[in-house]
C-alpha cells in the first residue's frame, strides 16, 4: 500500500507518524516498556506475522528508538532493548491509554491501566499546561512556526 | 489490508488504536483542533484521496469523535466539529508532537509547535505524573488490571 510520506513535513506530529508507521509499532514499544525483549515474546504477546514484526523491530532499531544486546540471562538469544529516544514514547502511550479507558470501555469492563509501582495509583491525567502548570484548554493553545533551537523551540 | 482487530482487548492502547485506524484520522482530528471545518478544506490541508479523507470522517462520526452541523457562516455546506471526546485526544497530539520536535528534527530547522496562545510559550513537557504531581520514570510505573468504574480506574 502506498503511502504519502510525512518525514519533510513542518509537523512533528506528522513527521512522528510517519516514523511510527502504523499501531504495531507503537504496540512493540508497549511491550518493551512492560519488559518484553526477545523477538519469539513479542511474537505470542502481540500475535502478529513475524515477517511483519522482524520489520518493525528493524525500522526501530534503524530510527534508534530500540538497541539490540546479547540476551540478559548470557544465552545466544538477542534482545531488543529500548533506547532514551524510545522510553521517551511512553506520555504518548500513557495519553492514548487514558482516552481509552475514558472512552473505549463500559462501566465494569475489566481493563488494563498504568499505575504508579510504589503506591498502586492511577497515573495523573495528562493535561494541556503551561510552562507554570495552568490547565489549558483547547482554546487557549495555537500552533506557530519557528526555527528548533530558538526561545520558540526550547 | 486485512488487520488484526484489537477491539477486544483489555489493553485501553490497542483499543484506542484500533479506532483510529491509521495515521490519516490523528491528522484530520489536528487539523480540526485548529479550526478546518469542511472537507474540501481538510482534502486541501492533508492532500488525501477523497475516498480515503470520506470513510475516515465517516467513521469518526460514527464513533462520536466529530459531529456533522450546518454552515456557520449559513452556507450550504456541511461541518466537521469536534465533541469533547473528540477534543480529548488533544494530549496525545501534543506527546505525539513534543516528541517530534525533540527526535525528529534537526537543530535550526523550522517547525511547527503548540503554544499557549496568550503568552505565545510553549506548553509544558508532558511527563508521567502521580497523582499528586510528582514526575514518574518508566521504571517506577507498572501495568494492573481491573474493572472499570472500581477505585482502580477512577
Do not use: H
Amino acid at each position: 500500500m502506498k503511502r504519502t510520506s510525512l518525514s519533510d513535513s513542518l509537523c512533528p506530529v506528522a513527521r512522528t507518524l510517519d516514523l511510527i508507521g502504523d499501531w504495531w509499532t507503537l504496540l512493540i514499544v508497549r511491550d518493551a516498556l512492560g519488559g518484553v525483549r526477545r523477538f519469539s515474546e513479542f511474537q505470542r504477546s502481540l500475535g502478529v506475522a513475524k515477517n511483519i514484526l522482524s520489520s518493525r523491530l528493524k525500522t526501530l532499531v534503524a530510527e534508534g528508538v530500540m538497541q539490540i544486546g546479547p540476551a540478559s540471562d548470557g544465552s545466544a538469544y538477542q534482545e531488543y532493548v529500548l533506547t532514551q529516544k524510545g522510553k521517551d514514547l511512553y506520555p504518548i502511550l500513557i495519553a492514548l491509554g487514558q482516552w481509552g479507558n475514558q472512552y473505549m470501555f463500559n462501566e465494569n469492563e475489566t481493563c488494563s491501566r498504568v499505575v504508579e509501582r510504589e503506591t498502586q495509583q492511577p497515573l495523573a491525567p495528562i493535561k494541556l499546561r503551561s510552562q507554570d502548570g495552568r490547565e489549558l484548554a483547547a482554546e487557549q493553545v495555537e500552533v506557530i512556526v519557528g526555527q528548533k533551537g530558538t526561545n520558540f523551540a526550547s
